[in-house]
């Protein structure tokens, strides 16, 4: 199943990084696990807060619908290119893990505005402050 990771260099940009769905498998290839890529800490070692959100029952629903969804949380995602570091959309386990900035009360508008656009979204965990 596919794994999405998007990094925000320039620009947020879903791109593909595992194993796919049988009928997009030419998209995607096999990439590296999570706690490898994820950064935990800017350059001047501020910590990033995170958030994990899962879409329940993805991976059954037609290319085309899986396709749509991350085209919908690139949209949300690049609203906030400024605060996001990091997300990585898992496929197989159905889990939007997105790395963050720190800034008061951001976590809660990027989950509302994903939450707004794609109502599947469920927030299953976070770490709101690492800033200690």
């Known amino acids: 199943m596919p794994n999405l990771a998007l990094n925000s260099a320039d620009s947020v940009k879903l791109t593909p990084r595992a194993q796919s769905h049988p009928a997009i498998a030419e998209k995607w290839s096999r ?47 690049t609203k906030f290119e400024a605060w996001v570091v990091f997300a990585d959309f898992n496929l197989k386990l159905n889990v939007l893990w997105v790395s963050l900035k720190y800034r008061p009360g951001i976590m809660a508008e990027i989950v509302a505005a994903l939450r707004a656009q794609a109502p599947m979204l469920k927030l299953v965990a976070h770490n709101p402050d690492q800033r200690g």
């Open 31 to 77: 990439g590296e696990p999570l706690w490898k890529l994820a950064p935990k800490r800017d350059s001047e070692g501020h910590p990033y807060i995170d958030f994990m959100m899962l879409a329940p029952g993805l991976k059954k629903r037609p290319a085309h619908e899986i396709e749509c969804l991350t085209r919908v949380i690139q949209s949300v995602l």
